[in-house]
């Protein structure tokens, strides 16, 4: 059973900064590209980044570019998202994804796993 578990959501202020972290299980987390996605009250889910299966390979929403950043521990089967100067509109629910492919999660298409989501509110 593929499980994928985020945690890190919390109430923070404008401006400042929160990690996200997802712990994968069920799956071979190195063979899997990982990514993040954020639900705003209202809205459709949107992609914010995807990592490939090593570190080496990234990419980011415009609305999060040079303030959020995705990594990954392959021993801990872990994806996290550091994010900084965060913005009243980054306000969401968080979701963590997996998909054997970057494409897939980059271009919000139909992907394999996801998380249950954690709650970010951010005060302004």
């Known amino acids: 059973q593929v499980q994928l578990v985020e945690s890190g959501g919390g109430l923070v202020q404008a401006g400042d900064s929160l990690e996200l972290s997802c712990v994968v299980s069920g799956l071979t987390f190195r063979s899997y590209a990982m990514g993040w996605f954020r639900q705003a009250p209202g809205k459709e889910r949107e992609f914010l980044a995807v990592i490939g299966w090593s570190d080496s390979t990234s990419y980011y929403a415009d609305s999060v570019k040079g303030r959020f950043r995705i990594s990954r521990d392959n021993a801990k089967n872990t994806v996290f998202l550091q994010m900084n100067s965060l913005k009243v509109e980054d306000e969401g629910v968080y979701y963590c994804?997996?998909?054997?492919?970057?494409?897939?999660?980059?271009?919000?298409?139909?992907?394999?796993?996801w998380g249950q989501g954690t709650p970010v509110t951010v005060s302004s």
């Open positions: 994804a997996a998909d054997r492919y970057v494409t897939p999660i980059r271009e919000s298409r139909t992907v394999e796993f």
